[in-house]
């Protein structure tokens, strides 16, 4: 008979953010940002879905937790966009032949052209003929098999601190995200990530109206509870009144990664992000497979490593950076093992390291990513008697009893606050979202019983308002990027529900056509109730 596994010294939390804005516009045959999905597929989704596969396969015991946000959910779900997405790879599929081609007569480059032709097959394989063009689907099976810890996010990534006086906006949020995932996942969601971290006293009150049993706060929101948590970020601490679990961000683990300066995504063997194909050959060359009017973008082909602080790159390994993945994961490993081993004697429990990112890092900005998950899990499943793989849920069930206090008002943000996102570049947007929030709610409350077109108008406004109070506008604003893109969303959002609300108050009337026309376009939330907004 087979002795019992000793309990891990200490157990990790490896948890995933998977997020981007809602972006679909069927009125353009190609839009620029909708590449943001397609590119989040092939660089992360895809090659952590490979990841996971080949961890199964090989039954390694190893569960991740995930946030899947509703916006994101909701893109990977539409029909149009996954027809884009094959259209895309197929335009990668088709560059890496003539890139093939191109090389033959340099080794480094050849071989690297063969390695990216191999690998846009194989995501094609997996796409179409194994998850059927389905990655939700793989998702719930994931979770359902007990690989994956699935947790929902604040309806359109709505930041809660700055909706902190209108209980019915930030209710919306919450009810509206826990209904979809009921819809998708089939369950209610265990747990959340509220958008950006952001966490204000009070708001877990909603969450527990929703049975959801767990959220992530900063390290700041921990420590700087209303009572000095015993044991630090290393074990959750409950909200009073509601029971909701606090699990704050381990701040070594975390820089470990993220870090392009300390961490290890900057190793000189790894793939340099900043060169690449689509900039570097001739704009004839390229043209087919980038913005049609002849903006240079990313392909995805990159040839060089990172090599150091020089202009002058080398040509990038897959091999040696496969290698050097491992050899990170395990001294990550090693890291978290001195963690528990450190903290395990004045615990009365095994201290649990969450280690939060957004999922997007691994793949889209450290294209070795995947591999050093990967290769974590596959280290740890060989060492589970110093610390093992775990999730929230799982930790909450094996330690039920936790201590009692009030996490402070926080996010992950620059500063740890609200400031990155209501600052000088951005403030203009909260008059009017607020204003559309409280009418929102006047709107709901004062039709109980609409009839069929009133109740859409209804349910459009709700959308409209949703998707004005994405945290991504206001982020987009402050960081400069694609800063009219993000200003015209916001008020394209903001006058379609004026409109709606003028035709609902009686100041105009009801035009079923434009109505239509906005419900085709902005798709999100196909069974939203309006009345989400009657219950603040």
């Keep these: 008979m087979n002795a019992p596994k000793p309990a891990p010294k200490g157990t990790l939390s490896m948890v995933l953010h998977h997020h981007l804005p809602y972006i679909r516009h069927p009125e353009h045959p190609f839009f620029l940002e909708e590449r943001w999905l397609f590119e989040a597929i092939c660089e992360t989704y895809l090659p952590l879905i490979e990841a996971w596969r080949r961890l199964e396969a090989d039954g390694i015991d190893a569960c991740f937790t995930l946030s899947m946000t509703p916006p994101l959910a909701n893109m990977l779900e539409d029909g149009l966009l996954m027809q884009r997405f094959r259209r895309h790879l197929d335009g990668l599929r088709e560059l890496a032949d003539k890139e093939v081609r191109r090389t033959q007569g340099d080794h480094d480059f050849h071989r690297l052209a063969r390695f990216y032709e191999a690998r846009f097959a194989e995501q094609a394989r997996l796409f179409d003929h194994v998850l059927h063009g389905d990655l939700l689907a793989e998702y719930r099976r994931l979770q359902d098999a007990g690989r994956l810890e699935i947790v929902t ?35 209610t969601p265990p747990g959340i990530w509220l958008a950006e971290c952001g966490y204000f006293p009070g708001c877990d009150d909603m969450l527990a109206e929703e049975g959801i049993r767990y959220f992530f706060v900063d390290t700041h929101g921990i420590l700087d509870a209303s009572a000095r948590p015993v044991y630090g970020v290393f074990a959750p601490i409950y909200c009073p009144g509601s029971g909701v679990a606090a699990f704050g961000r381990d701040p070594e683990s975390s820089k470990q990664v993220w870090s392009s300066k300390e961490g290890y995504p900057g190793d000189f063997d790894y793939r340099e992000y900043y060169r690449d194909i689509g900039w570097d050959l001739d704009l004839d ?156 709610a006047d709107l709901a409350r004062a039709n109980p019983e609409p009839d069929d077109l009133r109740r859409r108008a209804l349910t459009q406004a709700g959308r409209e308002l949703l998707l004005a109070q994405g945290s991504d506008w206001a982020f987009i604003m402050r960081t400069g990027t694609v800063v009219d893109y993000a200003v015209r969303r916001t008020r394209d959002h903001l006058h379609a529900f004026s409109r709606l609300d003028d035709m609902l108050s009686g100041r105009a009337a009801l035009d079923a056509d434009w109505l239509a026309g906005r419900e085709a376009q902005w798709r999100i939330f196909p069974q939203l109730d309006y009345r989400a907004w009657s219950q603040g």
């Design 285 to 440: 060359y390229v043209a087919p497979y980038i913005h049609p009017d002849g903006i240079r973008l990313n392909t995805g082909l990159k040839y060089h490593r990172i090599t150091g602080d020089t202009p002058h790159k080398q040509p990038y390994n897959p091999d040696r950076a496969r290698e050097k993945a491992a050899a990170h994961a395990a001294n990550f490993v090693f890291n978290r093992q001195a963690q528990a081993r450190w903290l395990a004697p004045g615990m009365d429990r095994p201290p649990n390291i969450v280690s939060p990112y957004d999922a997007e890092l691994f793949g889209h900005w450290w294209f070795e990513g995947p591999w050093f998950l990967e290769a974590l899990a596959r280290h740890i499943h060989q060492h589970q008697d110093e610390i093992a793989l775990t999730t929230p849920g799982r930790y909450l069930d094996a330690n039920p009893e936790n201590q009692e206090a009030q996490p402070s008002l926080s996010s992950w943000g620059d500063q740890g606050f609200a400031t990155f996102w209501c600052n000088e570049t951005n403030e203009w947007i909260y008059r009017y979202l607020h204003h559309a929030a409280a009418r929102m």
């Design 153 to 187: 996010c604040t309806a359109t990534h709505g930041f809660l601190p700055l909706m902190n006086h209108d209980r019915a906006a930030m209710k919306a949020q919450v009810s509206v995200a826990a209904a979809d995932y009921r819809r998708i996942f089939g369950r």
